[in-house]
């Protein structure tokens, strides 16, 4: 079955930059999407087709993508931010959802 | 702004069946296909299933196939989870999610789930 392949942790102090990458063979023909799940929430979605930003999302948070390889980037980091990040995409034979394994970003 | 309140979360012992609900607070409930996303204790996301908004066309992962069906009232803007055969590895925190897509004719662009269920949870134990 189809897979995406995040670190499980990225730490970071507040103000740096945050870097989240997110890896499957199908990337180069299939949308990412990430999504922030901070403990006892549901998820929200903080980035679509690889680079758009949904309204109300700071634009500190963007996406980037590169050949299997998709990156979720945070810039100026903010406490806040310390949460799960999830990226999202489908597998290419079935278009079934496919979610990554979570990346557990902390905020030093 | 469009809720989903999922509900019908509970204990039941392996072997057993349970129903989950998702009701939405917003207009145009039709027009949209929706998922059941599942996440087990300490774990990650993990998509149960989909059903269609244009003709009620359903998908469901591997793990959950013949024993779980997904369905919808959109009269009572409503989506269901019907579980049987339920196993240890079913516990788990269920949401229930809406796509956020444009359809024009000919044209389907989906931009991820916009809009999550707070979860009800699971537990299968005896």
């Known amino acids: 079955s189809y897979e995406l392949t995040q670190p499980p942790s990225v730490s970071v102090s507040p103000g740096q930059t945050a870097r989240i990458t997110c890896s499957g063979d199908?990337?180069?023909?299939?949308?990412a999407y990430w999504y922030q799940q901070k403990p006892g929430q549901a998820p929200t979605l903080v980035a679509y087709r690889d680079t758009k930003r949904p309204s109300g999302i700071p634009e500190r948070f963007s996406g980037s993508s590169s050949g299997t390889t998709v990156t979720l980037t945070i810039s100026g980091v903010q406490p806040e931010d310390e949460a799960a990040y999830y990226c999202q995409s489908a597998d290419i034979t079935s278009s079934y959802v496919v979610f990554g394994g979570g990346t557990k970003l902390t905020v030093l | 702004e469009t809720h989903l309140v999922d509900s019908g979360g509970r204990q039941v012992k392996p072997g057993g069946s349970l129903t989950l609900s998702c009701v939405s607070t917003?207009?145009?409930?039709?027009?949209?296909?929706l998922n059941w996303v599942r996440q087990a204790p300490g774990k990650g996301l993990e998509w149960v299933s989909s059903i269609s908004f244009r003709n009620n066309d359903v998908f469901y992962a591997d793990s959950v196939k013949g024993r779980f069906t997904i369905s919808r009232d959109n009269a009572k803007r409503s989506m269901y989870l019907q579980m049987n055969d339920l196993r240890p590895e079913d516990t788990a925190v269920y949401f229930c999610?809406?796509?956020?897509?444009?359809?024009?004719?000919?044209?389907?662009?989906?931009?991820?789930?916009?809009?999550w269920g707070r979860g009800t949870t699971v537990t299968v134990s005896s």
């Open positions: 999610t809406r796509d956020w897509a444009s359809v024009t004719p000919g044209e389907y662009i989906y931009y991820g789930m916009d809009v």
């Open positions: 917003g207009v145009y409930f039709s027009n949209y296909s």
């Open positions: 199908a990337l180069p023909k299939q949308y």
